[in-house]
């Protein structure tokens, strides 16, 4: 199965890469692991230890975790995760494997396929996130990828599966066809105890929620670009239509997007703002969603709050449009670092687009709008 260059690659080879410092492990013995379940990786260049997050996203470790052990889809009588390679190398941006014998030739070879899981708070913002591969909505099977960089815009398109506590450094060293193994460590009772066979996994799925959202963009789905003024080579639009149906999936929260060239007075709404609250009307979500309205030639950011959702957009009780402000300058200085980080990986002779600068722009008001609205995490 292909890593999905429309959700993942592409987006990093527009942006550019984000260089990590290297790390090495200590000499000596290592401090011992806390109680949790890992996954050891033994690189021929050094050992990553990744925490899973067992009890967070459950179906997603299980699967991990029974095709590294061999409980799930064994081959040959030995683990699904024998003979791996990592066969994607993005420096800055992921490392990727998890179907054996495969150069990401887009042969399907995959034990089984499950639903997404999401849970608020795990993210793809820093270097070694190990989360799944995919082709869009509950696609996932083996393929999976450990972040090298801020993967941010990845949050609510991928479902993560851990994070590397030890060996940092080990990341940016890896080369193109390292073999490497994957070990499962269960320390405590309760990691002991976790099961990830036929049984337990399928218990599992059949208790996921299922993707139930719009597939394509349009009038009445989360995103919609008609003038298609994002990059159209890799279908941004409908990407970000996922990630916002995939947001109100895994939170129940809803925020909707729009992409505009320019505004276009109509009887109705003679300026953008009541635009933007007759839209979020004609959508259902003026009460009890979030609407963010983009116009391209002016650079523009125009936000809508349903009065359920106004406490957690503005707990201290500030001036509405101070707020608002606040959040779209945030965007401008965000979309400001993706533009000067593409710049300089592509060089002068592969330069940006209008359509890029707005890609950009879109990227960092859907991310800072789900860091606001979504739930924090259960301590």
């Not at 494997?97 to 997404?116: A, M, R, V, W």
């Not at 390292?178 to 990691?191: C, P, S």
């Not at 009890?288 to 116009?295: E, P």
Request: charged share 20%.
């Amino acid at each position: 199965m292909r890593f999905p260059q429309a959700l993942v690659l592409l987006a990093a080879l527009a942006l550019g890469p984000v260089l990590v410092a290297e790390e090495k492990l200590p000499d000596g013995p290592r401090p011992e692991l806390a109680d949790g379940l890992y996954g050891e990786f033994t690189t021929p260049r050094g050992v990553f230890v990744t925490e899973l997050f067992y009890q967070q996203v459950p179906l997603t470790v299980a699967s991990f975790v029974g095709l590294a052990e061999g409980s799930l889809a064994p081959r040959d009588g030995k683990p699904f995760y024998t003979g791996l390679t990592w066969y994607r190398v993005v420096p800055g941006f992921v490392i990727q494997s998890g179907n054996p014998g495969l150069k990401d030739t887009g042969d399907e070879s995959i034990p089984h396929k499950f639903p997404d899981e999401f849970a608020p708070g795990l993210r793809h913002g820093k270097v070694g996130v190990l989360s799944m591969a995919n082709a869009g909505p509950d696609t996932n099977g083996c393929e999976f990828f450990v972040t090298l960089g801020d993967c941010t815009r990845l949050n609510y398109l991928h479902s993560v599966i851990g994070r590397t506590s030890r060996g940092l450094g080990v990341l940016p060293l890896i080369k193109p066809d390292d073999a490497f193994t994957i070990k499962i460590l269960r320390v405590g009772a309760a990691a002991q105890a976790f099961k990830a066979d036929p049984a337990a996994f399928a218990a599992l799925a059949a208790r996921a929620a299922p993707y139930r959202g719009e597939t394509e963009t349009g009038p009445a789905a989360h995103f919609d670009d008609p003038a298609k003024v994002l990059p159209t080579e890799v279908p941004r639009a409908k990407n970000f239509n996922f990630k916002l149906n995939n947001f109100q999936r895994a939170t129940g929260r809803r925020i909707y997007a729009r992409v505009y060239p320019a505004f276009t007075p109509t009887e109705q709404a003679k300026t953008p703002a009541p635009f933007t609250q007759q839209l979020a009307k004609t959508l259902g979500i003026h009460r009890d969603g979030v609407l963010a309205v983009y116009f391209a030639d002016k650079d523009q950011w125009y936000v809508w709050v349903g009065d359920d959702l106004m406490p957690q957009f503005n707990p201290d009780h500030r001036k509405t449009m101070e707020v608002k402000n606040a959040l779209y300058q945030t965007v401008k200085a965000k979309a400001a670092e993706y533009t000067e980080l593409a710049r300089k990986s592509r060089g002068p002779d592969n330069p940006l687009k209008p359509a890029d600068l707005a890609k950009y722009s879109v990227d960092a008001m859907l991310d800072l709008l789900i860091f606001r609205f979504e739930p924090k995490p259960k301590p």
